[in-house]
């Protein structure tokens, strides 16, 4: 059996689009922990989403998918090549061509049909490293919780690839490249900071940003009469907050981690300032996951009302932190 396979630092991190990055770029040199990829890449946001259609309200902690990838990639300079097509042979190519000139790959694709996957669930924003592959098997890098590097049938991964529905794209698979004068990844902190805070600060609909956690607190009480299955939804929703490629407290331990790293960096009071407060709101967020879980295992309605409380103090929290954030000077 022959095997195509290039040499990667092959492992996991905590969430999957900065697991994938951290790959394509340690390949080339550049290493940043994986909370600097996820600040740089304004990564931080909030969404309350619920519609006919859903079986239960979403609570996300980050911007829609591959968007990260794009922002980190304008922000840094580097060269991104991103292919998509609705061909499966030509989506082979546009992955075994990079392999063959030595160079790790990066897949966005639906998580259900990947053999090693815990949970079997449709997720189309999944993205994942793909560095080799056999006649039976492709090899790949996820995230640390699904086992770092792993190996999934070609089938799988092709049914994977090409799958519609929500956060789906056509075959897509990019490539980064570093520039050969890259500028310091430090030097482009306040760019990232001010510009995710205003983008919190200032959502287009109540849905998103501070506007969307504010909204989320007055309706998650109401959430036992959202569903039939209350014991099984709302610990689903607490588990996808804190365990599911979130890092934790729903992306808020990643960017605290991230303030942290940058406030090394930067004399900043703003940025001090926005480091104690995502601190605080990541406990909070952690505070609510497990409210809602004592409310779905129990049934008690008071659990929700806590956590829609926390909620609305979280909304001004995070209000005022971005609002700090936003103030960085250059």
């Given at each position: 059996?022959?095997?195509?396979?290039?040499?990667?630092?092959?492992?996991?991190?905590?969430?999957?689009?900065?697991?994938?990055?951290?790959?394509?770029?340690?390949?080339?040199?550049?290493?940043?922990?994986?909370?600097?990829?996820?600040?740089?890449?304004?990564?931080?946001?909030?969404?309350?989403?619920?519609?006919?259609?859903?079986?239960?309200?979403?609570?996300?902690?980050?911007?829609?998918?591959?968007?990260?990838?794009?922002?980190?990639?304008?922000?840094?300079?580097?060269?991104?090549?991103?292919?998509?097509?609705?061909?499966?042979?030509?989506?082979?190519?546009?992955?075994?061509?990079p392999i063959a000139a030595g160079r790790p790959v990066g897949l966005q694709l639906d998580s259900f049909h990947l053999d090693y996957f815990?949970?079997?669930?449709?997720?189309?924003?999944?993205?994942?490293?793909?560095?080799?592959?056999?006649?039976?098997?492709?090899?790949?890098?996820?995230?640390?919780?699904?086992?770092?590097?792993?190996?999934?049938?070609?089938?799988?991964?092709?049914?994977?690839?090409?799958?519609?529905?929500?956060?789906?794209?056509?075959?897509?698979?990019?490539?980064?490249?570093?520039?050969?004068?890259?500028?310091?990844?430090?030097?482009?902190?306040?760019?990232?900071?001010?510009?995710?805070?205003?983008?919190?600060?200032?959502?287009?609909?109540?849905?998103?940003?501070?506007?969307?956690?504010?909204?989320?607190?007055?309706?998650?009480?109401?959430?036992?009469?959202?569903?039939?299955?209350?014991?099984?939804?709302?610990?689903?929703?607490?588990?996808?907050?804190?365990?599911?490629?979130?890092?934790?407290?729903?992306?808020?331990?990643?960017?605290?981690?991230?303030?942290?790293?940058?406030?090394?960096?930067?004399?900043?009071?703003?940025?001090?300032?926005?480091?104690?407060?995502?601190?605080?709101?990541?406990?909070?967020?952690?505070?609510?996951?497990?409210?809602?879980?004592?409310?779905?295992?129990?049934?008690?309605?008071?659990?929700?009302?806590?956590?829609?409380?926390?909620?609305?103090?979280?909304?001004?929290?995070?209000?005022?932190?971005?609002?700090?954030?936003?103030?960085?000077?250059?």
């Amino acid at each position: 059996m022959t095997t195509t396979m290039i040499d990667v630092d092959a492992y996991g991190t905590q969430h999957c689009e900065t697991t994938t990055l951290g790959v394509l770029l340690r390949h080339q040199g550049l290493d940043l922990s994986e909370p600097m990829l996820f600040g740089l890449g304004r990564g931080l946001s909030f969404v309350y989403w619920d519609g006919k259609n859903m079986d239960f309200p979403f609570l996300g902690g980050r911007v829609k998918p591959f968007e990260l990838t794009r922002n980190l990639a304008e922000g840094l300079g580097l060269e991104l090549d991103v292919r998509e097509t609705s061909s499966p042979r030509r989506a082979w190519e546009n992955v075994t061509a990079p392999i063959a000139a030595g160079r790790p790959v990066g897949l966005q694709l639906d998580s259900f049909h990947l053999d090693y996957f815990t949970s079997k669930a449709h997720f189309g924003g999944h993205v994942v490293a793909l560095y080799g592959y056999d006649e039976h098997d492709a090899y790949l890098v996820d995230t640390d919780q699904q086992g770092g590097a792993v190996r999934t049938g070609l089938p799988g991964l092709a049914l994977a690839r090409s799958a519609r529905g929500p956060m789906t794209a056509r075959n897509r698979s990019f490539t980064l490249t570093v520039p050969r004068h890259l500028p310091d990844p430090r030097s482009r902190i306040t760019a990232a900071v001010t510009a995710c805070a205003q983008d919190f600060l200032t959502p287009p609909i109540a849905n998103l940003g501070h506007r969307g956690i504010e909204k989320a607190g007055k309706l998650v009480p109401g959430w036992l009469d959202r569903t039939d299955r209350p014991e099984r939804d709302l610990p689903q929703a607490a588990l996808l907050m804190e365990r599911a490629g979130t890092g934790g407290a729903l992306f808020r331990n990643l960017y605290r981690d991230f303030l942290a790293e940058a406030a090394e960096v930067l004399d900043d009071a703003g940025l001090r300032t926005g480091h104690r407060l995502y601190a605080e709101a990541a406990t909070l967020w952690t505070r609510t996951a497990e409210s809602i879980t004592r409310a779905g295992e129990s049934g008690d309605a008071a659990h929700l009302a806590e956590a829609g409380a926390i909620l609305g103090d979280l909304a001004a929290l995070e209000r005022e932190a971005m609002e700090a954030l936003s103030r960085l000077s250059a």
